[in-house]
Each structure stands twice: as structure tokens, then as C-alpha cells.
């Protein structure tokens, strides 16, 4: 078994306010209309996304490793910008992991923007080594996720003000 975490950071001109209220507060709607290749539909189970809430993203084909992924909320700080989830049943769950945390952090500049810090933490299955070249990809198939979003933020300067 491995324990162990993978990090990721994106510099954006967006502020953390308008990122938060776009991926955290609506991202179930946002993230099927904005990349509907990647995500059919996410639906709350329980909650409305607050800390207890689970929620269930189900993908499309696109993604061949698994076809959904229910998560459940763990902490949401509207003022430092943190949100954190774990995932409890789908995804590479009794796959290739034991257990996966995630917590996205978006650190306001003081020049403008912000910095996007995610940092997934997991115990790997017994015998499953870490595959750094699929980590590689998931921090590039991420990134283009995050600056689909952002083009369209961008594009829309009057949403999730």
C-alpha cells in the first residue's frame, strides 16, 4: 500500500470569490454545461452542498477509467477559500485506492487573481504501485478542465460575481 498525496497549483486572473462561487457553490450545474464531454450529469443524493452533503457526478464515456464517482463533503470555508471532499463510492475506489480526500484552495493575490491549490491525499491498494505518467495526465487533463472554465469566466465577466 502507498500512502500518499499529489499537488497541483494554477495561477489564474480570476479572483477566488468568483472561481469559488463558479466550482464550489454551483459547480453541479456549471461543470455539465460547460464540459458535457466529460460530465453527463451531477446530482446531490443528500444536502445541498453543504459539509455532509454527498453528491454524485456521473460521467460520460470520455472518461475510461470509471463512470461515476460519489463524493462527500468534508469542510467548505467560504472565507479562506477551502473545500474539501472525499470520495465514498465509484471512481478508482476498491480499484486502484483505498481511500481518496481532495481539497481545493483558491488564494487570493494581492495583485489580482489567485492561486488555485489542489491537493489529492490517498491510500493505494495493496500492490498498486503509483503510476506517475497517468498523475501526469491527470494534472494535464485537470488544467485543461480549469482553463475551459476560466476562458469562460472570462468571456462572462457578470457571472458568479
Known sequence: MVVGSISHDIETPLEAK????AFVKDGHNLLPKQAPELFASVTFLQGE??????????FTPANK?????????????????????????????GKKV???TYE????????????????????????????EEKVKEIKEMSTALFKK???????NPNLYC
Open 98 to 100: 483505498s481511500s481518496a
Open 18 to 21: 468568483r472561481l469559488w462561487n
Open 149 to 155: 472554465i476560466e476562458a469562460y469566466l472570462i468571456a
Open 49 to 58: 452542498g453543504g459539509v455532509g452533503s454527498i453528491k454524485q457526478i456521473n
Open 104 to 131: 481545493f484552495k483558491y488564494t487570493p493575490k494581492p495583485e489580482g487573481g489567485c492561486i488555485c491549490s489542489s491537493v489529492v491525499h490517498f491510500d493505494s491498494l495493496p500492490g498498486v504501485p503509483q503510476d
Open 65 to 93: 477509467d470509471f463512470s461515476y464517482v460519489k463524493e462527500k463533503v468534508e469542510e467548505v470555508d467560504e472565507e479562506k477559500f477551502v473545500y474539501r471532499y472525499s470520495h465514498v463510492e465509484g471512481g478508482l475506489l
